[in-house]
């Protein structure tokens, strides 16, 4: 299976997304990933299943070293001292003496960057975060965070699949050289009832997710990051990365794009999007 290491922090191209997960299923599902070949899971604290991650990764095998592990801090706790409480809250949970990409989940509309970023400096300076980045930041953001962060800034994760123009942003970020990480890449399963995704994925016999997953996979320094609570589906994203698309098929699933294409925007902590 080829899951290529994307930007400086060497993230793997494809990931479990743990959002919305049932109890205990997300300790489950992380020892399957891992069990199946996946060497990324994300993560957050609002998602309220880093314990369940942290025993799921216990429980594998798998040494912590080869599994790359992100979680994110909303921004409630972007006060400098509440930053690092935060993060140690994290690194409790998860029973890790170390996170490997630590995001801020979105853009703060009260706490300067310049109050939030240092503290992350220095907790990637202590050892306690291998990586730092960002979620849900807009273009003049970015901007913003590259200037304050001394170390690479290593992602920034946004919502991205077949039906979010994100060409604006996407632009940027690859002359920046920044990661892209896709949340929300089956379209919260929208993508199983687009007709083009599905003649697409009956050419090459595999499933429209698979489709979807794979498209963004042939993007440029692009992450996926599907999220299943069914072991049965972990395979098959995880084949997604051996699926070849050709650029007419790509072309088609690019024009699937729509200006009414966003899914999660919520009221208090999205930005005016690019």
Do not use: C
């Amino acid at each position: 299976m080829t899951i290529r290491k994307i930007g400086p922090a060497g993230i793997p191209s494809l990931g479990l997304g743990t959002f919305r997960m049932n109890p205990g299923e997300a300790r489950a599902m992380t020892l399957a990933a891992l069990a199946e070949g996946y060497r990324h899971i994300d993560t957050a604290q609002a998602y309220e299943n880093e314990a369940e991650v942290g025993e799921g990764l216990r429980a594998s095998p798998v040494a912590r070293s080869e599994v790359f592990v992100t979680t994110k801090i909303l921004p409630k706790d972007f006060a400098a001292s509440d930053f690092r409480k935060a993060t140690e809250a994290s690194l409790k949970a998860l029973g890790t003496d170390y996170i490997d990409l630590l995001l801020l989940h979105w853009p703060s509309k009260e706490v300067p960057l310049a109050e939030t970023l240092p503290v992350l400096d220095a907790l990637i300076a202590e050892g306690k975060v291998r990586f730092g980045g960002v979620s849900n930041f807009t273009i003049p953001m970015l901007k913003v965070a590259e200037e304050i962060l001394g170390a690479p800034l290593a992602a920034n994760q946004v919502e991205m699949h077949p039906f979010i123009d994100q060409a604006k942003l996407r632009d940027f970020m690859a002359g920046a050289g920044l990661p892209l990480e896709a949340y929300a890449p089956l379209a919260q399963g929208k993508v199983m009832d687009e007709p083009v995704l599905a003649q697409i994925a009956e050419a090459h016999g595999t499933s429209a997710a698979a489709i979807a997953v794979a498209w963004l996979l042939h993007k440029p320094e692009t992450v996926a990051l599907p999220k299943t609570a069914k072991a049965s589906r972990l395979s098959g994203n995880l084949a997604a990365a051996e699926i070849i698309l050709s650029d007419e098929e790509v072309s088609r699933i690019d024009a699937l794009a729509r200006p009414d294409g966003r899914i999660v925007s919520p009221d208090g902590l999205a930005p005016g999007w690019d």
